[in-house]
């Protein structure tokens, strides 16, 4: 029974290494996160098309569009006769372990009615975490989905969605607006990424003076009103946590080793060599 049990052992001793090194590599991520979330608009894209029926408009030299604000709460507006808005409110309070989810903050889509050439097809939100430790610069593309209004107020309710990254859109009556919390959590390197979103049932309107997104914030300058119905989504299920590679070699070489040394006490016992 002394080679079963030595063989046994190393296999044990192995494994226990193996996990170890595997739990060492996954602690050395690991870390709590103080600051706050800066949030600005930029690089809005100008040609796209407007559907129902589908159009394609390159608004290189007539898009209507301005950025304001920045950090806790940024404005971008686009639109002529009548305009269209997304305000994003940056949360200012991060207190979070790694890979746990929170709140980057609130978006709000106002669909306002505009001419069809001063429109804008998309835009980048860009998030940056200002605290310790440092982490990396998180860049959203928006998508803007516009309908040329010909039809009843669902076919002609306009939308905007995250992409790939968060897979949801919500869409909101021509007039009306709706609001989302975006939610992610800070991984890897580290960096953010972002995970879903969630519609809210009311939305909350500028209503002061230009410029719009004015800092500091300024609450009176905002108006919250209730969200009629069709400002709803549809969120994919957030994607399982994938390994390391470095963690996936050594767990594979664990269990070759451990193989090794079960198929190596089998052949010693079919050979009648094992003794008490």
Not at 46 to 61: D, M, R
Request: net charge negative; aromatic share 12%.
């Amino acid at each position: 029974m002394k080679k079963l049990s030595r063989s046994f052992n190393v296999a044990t001793t192995f494994g226990v290494a193996v996990f170890c090194l595997a739990f060492a590599g996954k602690s050395a991520q690991a870390g709590f996160f103080i600051g706050s979330i800066s949030a600005h608009f930029e690089n809005p894209t100008l040609t796209g098309a407007v559907s129902n029926p589908t159009t394609y408009f390159n608004n290189t030299n007539t898009a209507s569009y301005n950025a304001s604000g920045g950090g806790a709460t940024s404005t971008f507006r686009w639109g002529s006769s009548g305009y269209s808005s997304l305000n994003f409110f940056a949360n200012q309070d991060v207190q979070v372990n790694h890979d746990e989810p929170f709140s980057f903050g609130t978006i709000t889509y106002y669909n306002g009615t505009s001419d069809l050439s001063s429109l804008v097809f998309g835009v980048n939100l860009v998030l940056e975490f200002i605290g310790s430790p440092t982490v990396s610069t998180l860049t959203i593309p928006i998508s803007i989905g516009t309908t040329s209004n010909i039809g009843d107020a669902n076919s002609s309710a306009d939308y905007i969605s995250f992409g790939s990254s968060v897979p949801l859109s919500f869409f909101v009556y021509e007039n009306l607006g709706a609001t989302a919390i975006l939610t992610g959590s800070i991984v890897g390197n580290p960096h953010m990424i972002p995970s879903y979103i969630n519609v809210l049932e009311s939305f909350t309107l500028y209503t002061g003076t230009d410029p719009q997104g004015s800092e500091p914030y300024d609450p009176n300058q905002y108006t919250t009103y209730d969200s009629p119905g069709f400002a709803g989504g549809f969120s994919a299920p957030t994607p399982a946590a994938v390994p390391e590679p470095s963690s996936l070699i050594l767990v594979g070489v664990g269990t070759l080793g451990l193989f090794r040394q079960l198929r190596r006490r089998r052949q010693t016992e079919i050979c009648g060599t094992t003794h008490e």
